[in-house]
T-cell receptor, first 110, second 114 residues
Framework: GQQLNQSPQSMFIQEGEDVSMNCTSS?????WLWYKQDPGEGPVLLIA?????ELTSNGRLTAQFGITRKDSFLNISASIPSDVGIYFC??????????FGTGTSLTVIP | DAGVIQSPRHEVTEMGQEVTLRCKPI?????LFWYRQTMMRGLELLIY????????DSGMPEDRFSAKMPNASFSTLKIQPSEPRDSAVYFC????????????FGPGTRLLVL
């Protein structure tokens, strides 16, 4: 099925740096979700966004629902080693079609 | 609160054998989803149920795959006969509402078909 385009595919950053990643599509979405997956575990929901333009924070994480409804952004401030993992965006389209992004692999170097 | 429960956590079987994966969603959640994750294809939605009724099974790869949800607290994903290309991690997830809510994932079943 269709997948959302996430970028970058992977990131290697120093501890303390800020991180930005995004998710784009040619289609409109009603809901955007961001997940983190640790090795050997299932994805864990981080942030859910329900309205265009919405900006939501969860600790050091901030996510935004793009105005065009075709994209979403996730920022992590002051990264720490436990931020390591794969971050997935997911979106719900009109008609209840649900899609996952391709994932961004984050490595934090102490 | 208990999260989504999946069993078994690991399964190794031989080609041609039947495989049954089990899932218990979070109590009170009305929607249940089955996903498959591989390195090559990422996370793929196989099928989802709303109030125990299959809504979209367009992601089910072929007739060898079947899923049931006999009641609100239990679902199975069956592969018969299994093939090596079915090797993957299979996740079950549940949500309160398939229309708006985020999904909560189980720990997954790691399937290896030899």
């Amino acid at each position: 099925g269709q997948q959302l385009n996430q970028s970058p595919q992977s990131m290697f950053i120093q501890e303390g740096e800020d991180v930005s990643m995004n998710c784009t599509s040619s289609s409109i979405f009603n809901t955007w979700l961001w997940y983190k997956q640790d090795p050997g575990e299932g994805p864990v929901l981080l942030i859910a966004l329900y309205k265009a333009g919405e900006l939501t924070s969860n600790g050091r994480l901030t996510a935004q629902f793009g105005i065009t409804r075709k994209d979403s952004f996730l920022n992590i401030s002051a990264s720490i080693p436990s931020d390591v993992g794969i971050y997935f965006c997911a979106g719900l389209r009109p008609g209840n079609q649900f899609y996952f992004g391709t994932g961004t692999s984050l490595t934090v170097i102490p | 609160d208990a999260g989504v429960i999946q069993s078994p956590r690991h399964e190794v079987t031989e080609m041609g054998q039947e495989v049954t994966l089990r899932c218990k969603p979070i109590s009170g959640h009305n929607s249940l989803f089955w996903y498959r994750q591989t390195m090559m294809r990422g996370l793929e939605l196989l099928i989802y149920f709303n109030n125990n009724v299959p809504i979209d099974d367009s992601g089910m790869p072929e007739d060898r795959f079947s899923a049931k949800m006999p009641n609100a607290s239990f679902s199975t994903l069956k592969i018969q006969p299994s093939e090596p290309r079915d090797s993957a991690v299979y996740f079950c997830a549940s949500s309160r509402d398939s229309n708006t809510d985020g999904q909560y994932f189980g720990p997954g079943t790691r399937l290896l078909v030899l």
